[in-house]
């Protein structure tokens, strides 16, 4: 999962004449009583005071009362809430959890309540995410992928010039090569790695959204469908049902013995976290989300850095994802949850939302009309997604995947064999994979 910057502690927002999911008393602007929405949402996180008043503003009958959590309790609320009677109206989540979320009859499908066009609006990766068995769980309120970040005081010494167009994009051999030469001392000795080690999740490897990607790249979407390469590419049967004989195809494995070899034989990564490796100059390169080119420009690291795509073995691939806004299939007043949910993901809502956020529009119309998004380097993120973006791999029962890859991908890169590993991957994941 994703943890997005934080913006500013949202206080909740309280209606006066009702409570959360009710209808206040009739008055001469709203007949039927002001609706109290619930939104549950984890803390620090969109959507933004400013844009939650401007809904309002303009939707005088309706009110939002917010309830706030930690990130890592969100998932276990929305498990205790959608087993209560009453639980909030929308939610936002972690958006590769949709199908889960969907299969388990938490979320409303919301087709019935789009205005025309805009499911062609939606980013490809977007719709991919969040459609389960044919229908839209959510909109998507904003993306995010994966570049290279690099210290160009650094490597200019070296003539080392990282591309900017992802025609251009360096293989995975051409990036480790440079890293190899940028990178200071040895063994306990190093004072400057190559590449730093992954602020994701724990902060150890084998994150799925950062670290599966070097085994998906070993893949070839084009291939055969019942080739290694391709099933290697998507990393999961694309029914989300069957990780036997894909997280562990023969490319999967070479996959994981290139990751290992990162640590283990090249070494230009280090397996414990050093907290600000990159902005702290104690690495040359840094894998990162768009939301990074903000912070290094709002918190100047004292050094020039640059952005170059994310590179690739076999097929460029980044994966897609971040947090999204549903509505909860057990609300009473769905049509009005879902008018917020897609309020909010699209016309001046979303340009704001997204000015406020900085994250990827989800909307190819709003990518086109923000300048920012065209030039470099967030126009590398924007094309990322364009051509080479996926979901993490979709399935109804994501989290448990998520958990036994993530666990795999760090054994690996502790040292344990590749094929062992993910072999005991794909059967411990198999049972789980084929519930529902």
Known sequence: MLRLPAIALMGTLLATSA???????????????????????????PPQPAIVKMWEERNKCM????????FAQLADKIAVLSASGSPPDLVQYDGPYTQSYAAAGILLPLDQYLPPGLREDITRPTL????????????????????????????APLG??????????????????????????EGDNVTVWGLAPSRFGAGTPGFVYRDLLFVRSHGDPKAPQDSG???????????????????????????AKFFSDMFNVHKITPKAGIPNAFQDKKACFTIDVSYFVSGLASNDPGFKWGVTPLPYVKSPVV?????????????K????????????????????????????????????????FKQYPLNIFVEQIDRY?????????????????TDALRDIAYGADPKTRLDQAARQAQPILQRN
């Not at 009110?63 to 930690?70: G, R």
């Open 19 to 45: 409570f959360a999911g009710e209808r206040g008393p009739p008055t001469a602007d709203c007949p039927q009583g002001v609706l109290t929405l619930s939104l549950l949402k984890p803390l620090n996180n």
């Open 63 to 70: 009110k939002l009362d917010i309830s706030e959590v930690p």
């Open 128 to 155: 991919d995410e969040h459609t389960f068995e044919g229908k839209l769980y959510s909109p998507g309120t904003q993306q995010t992928s994966l570049a290279l970040f690099y210290n160009a005081d650094m490597l």
């Open 160 to 185: 080392i010039n990282p591309p900017r167009e992802l025609d251009k994009a360096w293989t995975w051999d051409q990036a480790i090569d440079a890293m190899k030469k940028c990178q200071k001392g």
């Open 229 to 255: 390469a391709y099933k290697t590419y998507w990393g999961l049967s694309r029914d989300g049902r069957t990780a036997q004989g894909w997280i562990n195809a023969p490319e999967s494995i070479a996959g």
């Open 319 to 331: 994966h897609t994802g971040s947090l999204t806004i549903g509505v909860f299939a057990k609300s």
């Open 333 to 372: 007043h769905p049509a009005e949850a879902a008018k917020f949910a897609i309020d909010v993901s699209t016309g001046e809502y979303a340009e704001a939302y997204i000015r406020m956020s900085r994250g990827i529009p989800v909307l190819k119309s709003l990518a086109a009309k923000l300048d920012e």
């Open 389 to 405: 973006g996926h979901p993490r791999p979709p399935s109804p029962n994501f989290a448990q995947y998520d958990k036994i890859v």
